[in-house]
């Protein structure tokens, strides 16, 4: 099984940063996809960036040039640098994770860390 602990919400200030983080940690055999989802009051779940096994990455139009996906397999950590923040980006953000157990593939989910972003 694989436990995710998030790191790195709060308020920012229209225009700011922020940086979060999720790291993976319990009995697994292989790390596959690592993303980071978000959920606005009264809004569906959606994804806004993910980082492939590959070294690909997807992020959703609305985030693009402005959040940075970035993984490290040692640390089995991902990252979201979350910069030029808007109000619309306000939400709780989720990371989640696919995984190998070696005998199925698997996904989990973080608790969810609050981003406001307010003046």
């Known amino acids: 099984q694989v436990q995710l602990v998030e790191f790195g919400g709060g308020l920012v200030q229209p225009g700011g940063s922020l940086r979060l983080s999720c790291a993976a940690s319990g009995t697994f055999f292989r790390i596959y996809d690592m993303g980071w989802h978000r959920q606005a009051p009264g809004k569906e779940r959606e994804l806004v960036a993910n980082?492939?096994?590959?070294?690909?990455?997807y992020y959703a139009d609305s985030v693009k040039g402005r959040f940075t996906i970035s993984r490290d397999t040692t640390k089995n950590t991902v990252y979201l640098q979350m910069d030029s923040l808007r109000p619309e980006d306000t939400a709780v953000y989720y990371c989640?994770?696919?995984?190998?157990?070696?005998?199925?593939?698997?996904?989990?989910w973080g608790q969810g860390t609050q981003v406001t972003v307010s003046s």
């Open positions: 980082s492939a096994i590959t070294g690909n990455t």
């Open positions: 989640r994770v696919f995984f190998s157990t070696g005998i199925e593939n698997r996904d989990t």
